[in-house]
Nanobody
Framework: QVQLVESGGGLVQAGGSLRLSCAASGRTFNSYTMGWFRQAPGKERELVGRISTSGVGTYYADSVKGRFTISRDNNKNMVYLQMNSLKSEDTAVYYC????????????????WGQGTQVTVSS
């Protein structure tokens, strides 16, 4: 069982930055691929990016590539999403997700979810 708690969302102007954090419970955190999804009003939940169990491998959606960075600290059971050069279209609820050992691209593949944190980018 893994519990995920996100923090760090808020209101920011376009061009600004935010850092989201996700705290995970459990003793096997380093066995989980971690990811960030987002869901804007009226849209489907989409993968923003994911990071491998070791932290070496990362994947980003084209829409955020070069602006967002995922990292993890397996000693602290934490995963982060650094978001730079934010745009109004980044406005969404951001969710932390975990899948045991395997990678994922679809929200249907995630084993665990956080409650979400709102990110609002004003133009």
């Amino acid at each position: 069982q893994v519990q995920l708690v996100e923090s760090g969302g808020g209101l920011v102007q376009a061009g600004g930055s935010l850092r989201l954090s996700c705290a995970a419970s459990g003793r096997t955190f380093n066995s989980y691929t971690m990811g960030w999804f987002r869901q804007a009003p009226g849209k489907e939940r989409e993968l923003v990016g994911r990071i491998s169990t070791s932290g070496v491998g990362t994947y980003y959606a084209d829409s955020v590539k070069g602006r967002f960075t995922i990292s993890r600290d397996n000693n602290k059971n934490m995963v982060y999403l650094q978001m730079n050069s934010l745009k109004s279209e980044d406005t969404a609820v951001y969710y932390c997700a975990a899948r045991y050992r395997l990678g994922f691209t679809s929200p249907l593949e995630s084993d665990y979810w956080g409650q979400g944190t709102q990110v609002t980018v004003s133009s």
